[in-house]
């Protein structure tokens, strides 16, 4: 897909430390040529990461992304600017070169905010989203409002924040119900042809609203939910993404928890908003966690956490460009890091695909 409000030149720069290849989004003034492949650089705890194309605009992400809603602190209990600062520098040494964030991720933007503070003057060694369209109320809700207006002024003050005059990927958040989508995509065209922002994506879309938007804005990414559990997205989403050069990068890769290995059978999430999805209840909930235990003894073969085996197994299906994994302290995020620098035999993967065959289809929604 032609992207024409990319700059050739804010493309992306390789450069090279110890004969390791260390990818760099660089600014305009420190371009060389354009990368067709790199390796994000090997840290202290030796975890390489292959980088991969953000769709057709020569950007590289790493397949792992730090997701920084948890370092918001709003639904992540025990955060601190220190442990959260700390967590987004480990980036440099642990491969992952992309972060992901929102408007919205924090009353007060708490986590573009901690972004800035942290990477300092090395922004630019990272591929940074943002989002727009979502934002919270005078009665602390989350609301809609994708306007035209709100876009232009949710990107404007993210950049404030953010300490920056670009963002590499400003993701349409949601769409808004009460404006044409059409309005917000021209929006956003604009943003990207002004230089604001590198490139668009759009998030939590059916297949005919990512069409209506990328025949107004070049798409460059699509940000859904996928997992072992949550895999809508190949029958139709994930098929056009691929026709189109469209890179995804999917959220909840453990399915809020589900697919780390530590929740109990006797869980009742009484006072946790996981209650209102049928695959924390009754008897999905148990069949879901029978999943969890098959995948238990596959990854004490392969040398896997559970968590690392879900997330291995989501960056290596077809389409998948990258997933957003969140951590409040680094080294949760050394520990998820390491999925991608391990491997899985054959045996293994095939064991994978029994255990998610004898599992069924879980039921993501309630049935109308």
Known sequence: MNNPGYDAGKESLPRFFGGVSTFFAAPPSDLAARPTCGIMGIGPWEIAMELRPLGNTGILVSPIALGCWPIAGMTSPGTNDADSIATIQACFDL???????????????????????ALGRRRHAMVIASKGGLHWDREGKQAHDASPAA?????E??????RTDYVDLLYLHAPDPKVPLAESATALRSLLDEGKTRSVGVSNVDPAQLEEFASVCPVAAFQPPYNMLQRQIEADTLPWCQRHGVAVLVYWPLMKGLLAGKLRRDETFAADSRRKYPMFQGEEYQKNLDLVERLRSIAAESGHTVAQLAIHWTIHQP??????????RPEQ??????????HLSDAQSAAIDEALAARGTPLVRVPV
């Open 95 to 117: 491969g992952i070169n992309h972060l992901d964030t929102a408007f919205c991720y924090g009353r007060e933007g708490e986590s573009e905010r901690l972004i800035a503070r």
């Open 151 to 155: 876009l232009r002024r949710e990107c």
């Open 157 to 162: 003050e993210s950049l404030r924040r953010l």
């Open 319 to 328: 389409g998948i460009t990258s997933a957003l994994c969140g951590a409040k």
């Open 333 to 342: 995020l050394r520990d998820t890091a390491s999925a991608a620098g391990r």
